[in-house]
T-cell receptor, first 114, second 116 residues
Framework: NAGVMQNPRHLVRRRGQEARLRCSPM?????VYWYRQLPEEGLKFMVY????????ESGMPKERFSAEFPKEGPSILRIQQVVRGDSAAYFC????????????FGQGTRLTVV | AQSVTQLDSHVSVSEGTPVLLRCNYS??????LFWYVQHPNKGLQLLLK????ATLVKGINGFEAEFKKSETSFHLTKPSAHMSDAAEYFC??????????????WGLGTSLAVNP
């Protein structure tokens, strides 16, 4: 059973371009969380999704950021018109949705905006 | 609202000596508490979790943590540090009420250095 898979591991974008980050949850997991880690900070919750539904996007910036978790395929975090401040590590986690919200994390995507 | 405070941003110990990483939390509900470790350029690994069962929780690599409700603390300890323990450690709380809207609240992390 493969763990949570994120790709790419490293992504470099120029200001104004789009960044697409992918996350394949663990097999059997239907809950996906996205977190952002800025330099020397803890992780900050961005969005919580279940298949085809956004459950909680209270941590996601209102503009330029969007997330989806389609019925088939990976979850996608999309950042349009990236700016230098978007440079961070983006972590995806998945859980089976049991009573204990134990989440399994991917290795993260490190986004650098130049 | 729930929150997590890691009381030390950096801890330095000598190899073979005890490790104590401190964490206090606030929560409106009965919390679930976790410690995660992040090695350089690696992903996040779950060390241990507390979920309202035994208050002393044992995790991987010899780590353990004790949930103290009266002190709202969940400190992480290890009797004897190893060089490979050098990493960033995060205390995490989740107190989502029944239902689907749960998320993890992260401390800012404690960087553990182990000196030979």
């Amino acid at each position: 059973n493969a763990g949570v898979m994120q790709n790419p591991r490293h992504l470099v974008r120029r200001r104004g371009q789009e960044a697409r980050l992918r996350c394949s949850p663990m097999k059997g997991h239907s809950h996906v969380y996205w977190y952002r880690q800025l330099p020397e900070e803890g992780l900050k919750f961005m969005v919580y999704l279940q298949k085809e539904n956004i459950i909680d996007e209270s941590g996601m910036p209102k503009e330029r950021f969007s997330a989806e978790f389609p019925k088939e395929g990976p979850s996608i975090l999309r950042i349009q018109q990236v700016v230098r401040g978007d440079s961070a590590a983006y972590f995806c986690a998945s859980s089976p949705g049991t009573a204990v919200p134990e989440a399994f994390f991917g290795q993260g995507t490190r986004l650098t905006v130049v | 609202a729930q929150s997590v405070t890691q009381l030390d941003s950096h801890v330095s110990v000598s190899e073979g000596t005890p490790v104590l990483l401190r964490c206090n939390y606030s929560s409106s509900y009965s919390p679930s508490l976790f410690w995660y470790v992040q090695h350089p350029n690696k992903g996040l690994q779950l060390l241990l979790k507390y979920t309202s069962a035994a208050t002393l929780v044992k995790g991987i690599n010899g780590f353990e943590a004790e949930f103290k409700k009266s002190e709202t603390s969940f400190h992480l300890t290890k009797p004897s540090a190893h060089m490979s323990d050098a990493a960033e450690y995060f205390c995490v709380v989740s107190d989502g009420n029944a239902g689907n809207n749960r998320k993890l609240i992260w401390g800012l992390g404690t960087s553990l250095a182990v000196n030979p």
